[in-house]
T-cell receptor, first 110, second 115 residues
Framework: DAKTTQPPSMDCAEGRAANLPCNHS???????VYWYRQIHSQGPQYIIH???NNETNEMASLIITEDRKSSTLILPHATLRDTAVYYC???????????FGKGTMLLVSP | DTGVSQDPRHKITKRGQNVTFRCDPI?????LYWYRQTLGQGPEFLTY????????KSRLLSDRFSAERPKGSFSTLEIQRTEQGDSAMYLC?????????????FGQGTRLTVV
């Protein structure tokens, strides 16, 4: 699986958009970008994934650059409950395991 | 179905003792995974099953570790002769295979402390 690089921490004000970047410059053509998050003392939670096109669901939006070497997870209106470690992962479709890095600790403040 | 459940949530054991953890996946999920997470690190893959077959094991899974999924439903992870370095959160996850293998659902983990 391609390696990802994320900032170790970010801050966001409650109600504002949180934009979490991820670099994956060695991603191959059939590797997907996945985002998970882990709230303190809980297991990781799936957020969203994509291949080439931008994706949106009820939790977040995923913006993937045209060259696919980086992506941004957007939480449009961050709440205090969004405080968590966010992991960006790339993996082949159908390949089962997830390779987690250290992620980005997002702190949402009032 | 309330998701992936793990038991116990916490375990304290003395060095050298054996411990066993249980994971009950989401009922229709045929894939089951074990991960280990130490403080400040992301989860690390240990092993996974498709139905009752153990298809992949990480080199992290030493000879003291064994995992089973005898009937393709729940799974157990046993650690023999525990060491202080085994102290970690042990996470279980489940998913579907094939085209629907898009997300894994994680349990809340078993926190092991070896004293």
């Amino acid at each position: 699986d391609a390696k990802t690089t994320q900032p170790p921490s970010m801050d966001c004000a409650e109600g504002r958009a949180a934009n979490l970047p991820c670099n994956h410059s060695t991603i191959s053509g059939n590797e997907y970008v996945y985002w998970y998050r882990q709230i303190h003392s809980q297991g990781p939670q799936y957020i969203i994934h994509g291949l080439k096109n931008n994706e949106t669901n009820e939790m977040a939006s995923l913006i993937i650059t045209e060259d696919r070497k980086s992506s941004t997870l957007i939480l449009p209106h961050a709440t205090l409950r969004d405080t968590a470690v966010y992991y960006c992962i790339v993996r082949f479709s159908g390949y089962s395991t997830l390779t987690f890095g250290k992620g980005t600790m997002l702190l949402v403040s009032p | 179905d309330t998701g992936v459940s793990q038991d116990p949530r916490h375990k304290i054991t003395k060095r050298g003792q054996n411990v066993t953890f249980r994971c009950d996946p989401i009922s229709e999920h045929n894939r089951l995974y074990w991960y280990r997470q130490t403080l400040g690190q992301g989860p690390e893959f240990l092993t996974y099953f498709q139905n009752e077959a153990q298809l992949e094991k990480s080199r992290l899974l030493s000879d003291r570790f064994s995992a089973e999924r005898p009937k393709g439903s729940f799974s157990t992870l046993e650690i023999q002769r525990t060491e202080q370095g085994d102290s970690a959160m042990y996470l279980c996850a489940s998913s579907l295979s094939g085209p629907r293998d898009t997300e894994a659902f994680f349990g809340q983990g078993t926190r092991l402390t070896v004293v």
